[in-house]
């Protein structure tokens, strides 16, 4: 099975650059690495998915270095409404079935 | 558009009781899957469903089961409910890999 670790939580100034970086080890060569969102009583919401390198949208940038065993999310100038729960989803067929693995998860704290 | 629903969205049963958790992907999703999400945690994943076959398991114990209708619903059943089942249980469809689309979930509480 894929272990993944993030940091418990972290804390942020509105306006500031984010970075939260999960460890994926046995990573499947096809999987693709994908950060979620969860507010409190809601279903996680996706953010961004990758593959290697960097991927950027409107929300987020996604760094996986070459060897894929980690990824960094990055969140430019977050704002109170960034407060939340954020997961890293990898795939692990390791097992002989396809398992679909979050991490534990950083809440993120934004301060005024 | 309709998103990911689920229902019951909240629920309330006994030990030794059984459940069905119901779920509806977004129309052209083939793809369900099932988490538990025990407070404070992060969703544990415990099926996947795709063209109403079973794609993957997690490491929970045979009391739990689901599956996939021809219309790409599914059903994820509990048996003989013990006090830890108490737990968000979400569900989320996509096309066949990729983004997943989360329903609120539902909550399941035993007594």
């Known amino acids: 099975l894929a272990k993944t670790t993030q940091p418990i939580s972290m804390d942020s100034y509105e306006g500031q650059e984010v970075n939260i970086t999960c460890s994926h080890n046995?990573?499947?060569?096809?999987?693709?690495i994908t950060w979620y969102q969860q507010f409190p009583s809601q279903g996680p919401r996706f953010i961004i998915q990758?593959?290697?390198t960097k991927v950027t949208n409107e929300v987020a940038s996604l760094f996986i270095p070459a060897d894929r065993k980690s990824s960094t999310l990055s969140l430019p100038r977050v704002s109170l409404s960034d407060t939340a729960v954020y997961y890293c989803l990898v795939g692990d067929s390791g097992a002989g079935s396809y398992q679909l693995t979050f991490g534990k998860g950083t809440k993120l704290s934004v301060i005024p | 558009d309709a998103g990911v629903t689920q229902s019951p969205t909240h629920l309330i049963k006994t030990r030794g009781q059984h459940v069905t958790l119901r779920c509806s992907p977004i129309?052209?999703?083939?793809?369900v899957s099932w988490y538990q999400q025990v407070l404070g945690q992060g969703p544990q994943f415990i099926f996947q469903y795709y063209e109403k076959e079973e794609r993957g398991r997690g490491n929970f114990p045979d009391r739990f089961s689901a599956r996939q209708f021809p219309n790409y619903s599914s059903e994820l059943n509990v048996n003989a409910l013990l006090l830890g089942d108490s737990a968000l249980y979400l569900c989320?469809?996509?096309?066949?890999?990729?983004?997943?689309?989360f329903g609120e979930g539902s909550r399941l509480t035993v007594l």
């Open positions: 990758g593959y290697k």
């Open positions: 129309s052209g999703h083939k793809s």
């Open positions: 989320a469809s996509s096309l066949e890999w990729g983004e997943l689309f």
């Open positions: 046995n990573i499947a060569t096809n999987d693709y």
